[in-house]
């Protein structure tokens, strides 16, 4: 019963077996191997847009730093959410690889950037010219921190707004494609045609062992971003390894199937939990994360039994009700599921 989050679940036992394959024989090294040809090829089909540049790194922190480092000048700010990913949980890496970007943090329910504030904010900004920190990005998460998902027309809302001032647009998409599915949406749809410049495309919640693709729409940027991945210390020898994960994926609708799991296990541990009394849901489950409480005893009795989540476990009444944070992955089992939910309800 682990619940902690997705990045604890095992990889897939198809990427396995892809890893395996890409292991025999020699490759050629630094992203000029055979399968990251194809997996460009795959990335450019799957996003509708031929003259994308894809390049993988091996990790999501590094996939936004970089991302966003050829959005944003040192004397400028990136626009996000004040529970961002890129705010809350990456010990300033965009600042370090913009080489002193600000961020400007923004509000909105649900971890989701309220539209009308971020126009306010972005035109307000840099009014006094040389004085000012001057715009320089907007970066949205998708799943958000706080597992609510933004719709399509949300994007280009605030893309638009965006493009009217004249900065770029970063989509953090460390769960990306269960974003997708809960939105029964297109990969186009949720990115470029939106008005989205580049996307941390991630893998590594969603069943890989470690890599996360960066797709950039406008093929003029593909010579700064290889620079700088290179000059970060993130561009691997054997790449074929990262190359090999990401095919894998992206074989027989693979990278679909497991979010979709992933989301309906969600579903599930919510449907469950609502039988028990006094259990309030605090944030929208839009995909596979749960944000909510439950009494006191209810945790007692989970963690007692096994389970794993994030919760503050303390002394007082039992009937206090407590936060938590539960996380659904590919291979979350409904057995696992069904026995938290009989363990919380007692």
């Not at 055979?34 to 390049?55: G, L, S």
């Not at 949205?140 to 609510?148: F, M, P, R, Y």
């Not at 638009?160 to 990969?187: E, M, Q, S």
Request: one cysteine or more; a negative charge; charged letters at 20%.
């Amino acid at each position: 019963m682990y619940f902690a989050s997705d990045n604890a679940a095992p990889a897939a036992p198809e990427v396995m077996a892809a890893m395996a394959k890409a292991n025999e024989g020699y490759a050629a090294s630094y992203g000029t191997d055979d399968i990251m040809d194809r997996v460009t090829a795959q990335i450019r089909h799957e996003f509708e847009a031929p003259e994308a540049a894809v390049y993988l790194v091996s990790t999501g922190t590094t996939a936004n730093a970089l991302a966003l480092s050829m959005l944003a000048a040192p004397w400028q700010t990136i626009f996000c959410h004040r529970q961002s990913h890129i705010e809350e949980d990456e010990c300033g890496a965009p600042e370090f690889f913009t080489g002193g970007a600000k961020l400007t943090l923004l509000d909105g329910d649900n971890a989701k950037i309220d539209a009308d504030q971020f126009a306010r904010v972005a035109e307000h900004t840099g009014r006094l010219g040389v004085h000012n920190i001057q715009r320089g990005a907007l970066s949205i998460t998708n799943v958000t921190e706080l597992g609510s998902v933004y719709t399509c027309e949300e994007i280009a809302t605030l893309c638009k707004t965006a493009k009217d001032l004249g900065i770029g647009t970063h989509l953090d998409g460390a769960r990306f494609t269960n974003a997708l599915v809960a939105l029964g949406c297109t990969p186009a749809e949720m990115t470029w045609k939106a008005g989205i410049d580049v996307v941390s495309f991630g893998g590594t919640k969603n069943g890989l062992l470690g890599v996360e693709a960066v797709i950039i729409f406008d093929p003029a940027k593909a010579w700064e971003f290889e620079l700088r991945r290179k000059r970060g210390g993130h561009l691997f020898s054997k790449h074929r390894y990262l190359s090999a994960q990401m095919e894998a994926y992206l074989t027989d609708d693979l990278w679909i199937r497991l979010a979709t799991q992933a989301n309906a296990a969600g579903a599930r541990l919510e449907a469950g939990l609502t039988q028990i009394n006094s259990f309030e849901m605090t944030n929208p489950r839009d995909a596979n994360m749960l944000f909510c409480k439950m009494p006191r005893a209810a945790h007692n009795r989970a963690v007692d039994g096994g389970a794993m989540y994030y919760m503050e476990r303390s002394d007082g009444p039992d009937d206090e009700l407590i936060d938590c944070r539960l996380v659904c992955s590919w291979s979350t089992t409904d057995e696992e599921i069904d026995q938290f939910v009989a363990l919380a309800k007692g």
